[in-house]
């Protein structure tokens, strides 16, 4: 009898996920899942992918699309329906140099997480039509990474003890990117909040560099560099045992991971939300490293490193 | 004295004495210890390594040609083999105890070996070694089949110890096993990339440069063009392309279609109207109705081009790289494979009364049909899947976009290495057309051939090597440009180099790069053989 | 078989601007100092006649492969007419739609270029069958065809090598065949010799006059060789700055050339394959012999300085050369030239030349005998005798003996008198 309610529900199962599949709920128009063409992105996309799918709903895989612009770009003009953005790259990037949306902001929003994210998605719904979900509470911020025999040997974990030992005269080679260097609230940011400032000769600045490069910098001491430009999240922090330098005053814009969908896309499907919200409220900074760091530096592939933690924590099987 | 030996041994000597051979890596991306080849401890074996690779040095003051070449050859052979073989073991036995080699404080999980500059320095030493030899054994006359034993033998022997796993050990081979499962679907779409731009390009490029060497006038101005296409960097195309194609893509098919038909309709009257008027009208007038003409036609005709072209791709790339049509692919391979053989052995290898040829030929003939049908019917499989046109139920619910163009993705990808593509083949078109002896063409006018005679026996003929060589430079430059592709969504190897270039992961961008290397070669000498193969003995003496 | 009337070309664009002045006589210099157009061909007229080599002459830029050319119609003539007798009928070919023209160049008009133009990527039989191949004939008819054409040529044996295998001459060979394995009239021959070496060049002459004896085309023929031109030409135009200056058989051109152009031409040409002994004879009936009447018709001459030798004619035919009053045998010099070497003494025989006999074969003869040559027309009438006197006069001068027209002069003065 056991046997035989067990084969039947079985089949039953069978049956309503044969035909759950059958009739995805957006059949014929798929979800264009995007994401820009870094780790982080790309696990995020992933998850968003294998979250859907697995919901039912048909879904196409645009993960690793391209830089900031064509991910924006493509979304703006439909060809993609949601990809995972941060509110302080769209602040920076569209909001930033508009005199009246720079009114609105105020001068104090960049370092707010939540008016931050309020500027954003309300004027991004306004104006283009796109629809931020909840943030994830992770911030991949830009921040300074020094070795864990620096920090150690000096005593320095946050970034007023940092200033000290600068204002004190303590040796320091700083390997940065361009960007940051010189975007007002970049380092100079840093600069005003902490009172503390780099000479041009403790500055190595590479164009367009990416934290990778410029931890890589770090890692391997060359230029006598002992700090480096790094993101809150990088998983590369773990594997060259990096300790980042607090920032007890917020100094710098909130970069929190949010999945932006097109407006059409979410009024069609709003049930979506509620599969998205619960498991982008768990990434938090460590468990975004730990992510980035299993396919960074352990070498899982995105999807891999996706499914394992979406497995390993009850949503899907 | 064979001073290339003496520079190999020089190359692998210095290199092992100098260079690190390997490098532990605690982790995928933190740099790591690096070993010498004397600092692998207790164990005097890899210094055989070393013997081996100043053994050509000595070897180069031999006086005997002959046994030379042999003691050359199978020293490089011998080398090169090793150069991978005995730092792999060395590396096995870092990787049993890292933390004993690496600094406490390392992160360590998944450590990798890294092959570092001897083995580069090592291989190179090895194959220019291996190179003298062959050299000496050609000096000398030995039988070519030896000769090519001889230089191949390392590689197959290197290929075989691949597959069999004795490099796994390798971080370039643990980053192919975590990644290597997108590896084929990239390579493929690579691939795809390639040969569909070079094909279209090639017959736009062609196109172009046929007509810059009928006009004069025309010539500087579309070189002109094609060149300043080139200097255009790739992120600012996809960047124009980009919204365009995607309001391209909005559109309904059946308006698209409708609007192809009209402009279709105005190019023919615009071309209708400079046939019957071109003469009676003054120079400048007729450049500009050329100009117009030439627009009117080119807008429908790129228009239809892309779509088309993209929607095969989206077949395409459908058919070829899902599973489900692996019987009708198998089957195009081996009839495509068949139908080369036919055409090869019945073209070189049968003479001319044999009756054997007739039957070699209607074999060919009918291989090549087949091939053709078994495409179609890939197709039409293909176009059956959801996939392709996303299952769109009615006609009028079509959208460009179902068919595969849009603003990212493979379209303007397609687009923008189609365009890249035409510079070397215009020019070379152009050029090779242009250098056919007047008297040729002259003697061919003169007996009376139409003008499509002539271009096809005797214009084609003579410039296809010229032209070949354009293949080749832009098929070549497209396997490398195609990995821009990615940046726009396209895929590709590019995927593999652009994030590696991003987590600055050395291993990763190997995996995109090695294939695109690889392919690239491979390429160039396939259309190396079909322009040998096609180009008349009589053309390559001339040339000579 | 080609009848060329008034062709025109000027390069340049809108060429009729030169039309105008051209029919003012003004010079190619003069038109292109005025309106920057190039005279190529200033209205030419001539005709070729069916089995003759005519051949076309001058320096280069003088026009002449343009005329060739205009011929048909690879340069598109300005105006005028070129007549081709065809299978069809005559044609104007300046007429012909596209189509036609490509018919009347496949079937009707073949043509060898200086610098070959076979195709390299083609079999030497497939080069020379390809002209066939144009006018779809079945492939076992085209390839017996070209092999008999190179067998013609002499290239038996080489069917299946590519040019770039081929001596320069060889390929022109190829060239030949393939122009004559169209079976094509009318051969237009654009300088085909002249990339060659000398001694080849020579030997191409020859064997074009062997095929020429055997096929009887019609061949326009284009040099800039002199020497060449008066080899193989029945009849010879001058080409200068487009005009034709001059056209004759070659001896008229060497013996009487019409301009300074000419003349300064022909000043360095080799006249004695050219000159026929009918021009260099001395004929009896001047003052230079002395005549004796023998009654019944018959005549018997004395040269003066030479008293030994009589010659006697019966009915103004040549009878006998009596030497001191003893008969010399006669014998043909065609019979003579076939003699390996001479045999026996050089003066047991008188030699009779014909009249169309070359000055080169009157000089061959004198190898064989040392007695003046006698040179009789069809029928057996006494045109005159060659003592080596005519020759070394024949050979320096490159005219007519002038006694001769002495001769005719002081006749006419006698039969004025009388």
Redesign the interface.
Known sequence: MKKILTVLSMAAALLLSASAFAQAPNEGDPIVVGSKQFTEQIVLGKVIVQLLEDAGYEVTDRTNLGGTAVARDALEAGEIDVYPNYNGTAISNWYRDIPWAQEAIGEDTSGDAYASFATVASYDAAIYDLIWLRPAPANNTYALAVTRQWSEENGITTLPEFAEYVNAGGEVVLSTGDEFAQRPDGLPSFYETYGFELTEDQLIIIAGATPAQTEQALASGQNNVNVAMAYGTDGALLAYDFVVLEDPLGAQPVFQPTPVFRGETIRAYPEIAGILNPVFALFDNPTLQGLNASVEVDGLSADEAARTFLVDNGFID | MNRIAMLGGLIAGLGFFFLPTLALKPNRLAPGTSFNLFEFQGDDRYLVLFVLALLPILLSFRHDVESRGWLLVGTGSLLFVLTLVLPAGAGRLLLETPEAFLDGGAFIRNPRILPAGAIATGLLGAYVTLFAGVRDLAKVEVQTWLQALATWLAPIVTLLLLLNGTFDVYSIMVEFYANGAALEQKFVEHLMFVFISLGVGFVVGVGLGLWASRDERLAPIILYAVGIIQTIPSLALFGVLLVPLARLGDQSFLATAGFFGIALVVAVALAGSYALLADREPGRVRIVHLIATAIGAAVPLALFVGVLVSFVFRLANVGFTSGAYGDTTGTILVLLLAALATWGVGRWFVPDESRWRRGLKVANWSLSAATAVAVVVLFVQASGSNRVLGGVESLSALTIRDLGVSGIGVAPALIALTLYSLLPLVRNTYAGLNNVDLAIIDSGRGMGMTPSQRFFQIELPLAFPVIMAGVRNAGVALVGIGTVATVIGAGGLGDFVIQGIVNTSIDQILLGAIPAIALALVLDAVLRGVEGLLTSPGIRQVQQ | MIRVENLVKVFGEEPERALALMEQGRTKAEIREETGLTVGVNDVSFHVDRGEIFVIMGLSGSGKSTLLRCV?R?IEPLSGSVFLQTDEGEVDVTELDDER???????S???V???????????VLDNVA??QE?RRTNRRERRRLAEEMLGAVGLAGWERE????LSGGMQQRVGLARALA?QANVL?MDEPFSALDPLIKVNMQDELLRIQSELHRTILFITHDLDEALRLGNRIAIMDDGQIVQSGTPEEIIVNPKTEYVADFVEHADPTGVMTAKTVALPVQTRRFDAEDLGGGRQRYVRRGTEHLAYVLEDERFEALERDGQRVPTRPLAEALEDEAPTGSRDDAVLVAGPDATLKEVLQGRIHSHLPQVVVDGGGRLLGVISERELIHGILYKTANPDVEAAVASQAAQEATA
């Open positions: 048909n690879l023209l490509r018919a009347v160049r496949r079937d008009l073949s043509m270029f200086q610098r070959f133009g076979l195709l390299p990527h083609r079999t390809f002209g144009i590519i040019p770039a295998q169209t237009l």
